[in-house]
């Protein structure tokens, strides 16, 4: 991916899970690979450097701690305006 330099990445999944599950993290070029591989599924993307830093202290696989939900939800809440969502359609339609 061309264009700004990209410190830190992480993905997150939810939709099945009870709580979103940290997927993917990395710094440098694996960071901007997590965007490449994000763009080319068509995965809406956020920046908050302070939000990838305490999500890259979670450990691959596991679901984030409670004391991020409110920081997550308030990105999850803008992906599903994106798309037209409301909350639960993740779990009925789970997506990329």
């Known amino acids: 991916m061309k264009g700004p330099y990209v410190k830190k990445a992480v993905a997150l999944e939810y939709?099945?899970?009870?709580?979103?599950?940290?997927?993917?993290r990395g710094e440098g070029e694996l960071a901007r690979e997590i965007l490449?591989?994000?763009?080319?599924?068509?995965?809406?993307?956020?920046?908050?450097?302070?939000?990838?830093?305490?999500l890259s202290r979670v450990e691959?696989?596991?679901?984030?701690?409670?004391?991020?939900?409110?920081?997550?939800?308030?990105?999850?809440?803008?992906?599903?305006?994106?798309r037209g969502m409301k909350p639960g359609d993740e779990k009925r339609h789970p997506t990329s």
């Open 15 to 24: 939709g099945a899970n009870a709580a979103p599950v940290l997927v993917a």
């Open 36 to 54: 490449r591989r994000a763009q080319e599924q068509g995965i809406w993307v956020a920046q908050d450097e302070q939000l990838v830093a305490l």
């Open 60 to 82: 691959l696989e596991q679901e984030i701690p409670p004391e991020l939900y409110t920081a997550v939800a308030v990105i999850l809440s803008w992906v599903y305006w994106l």
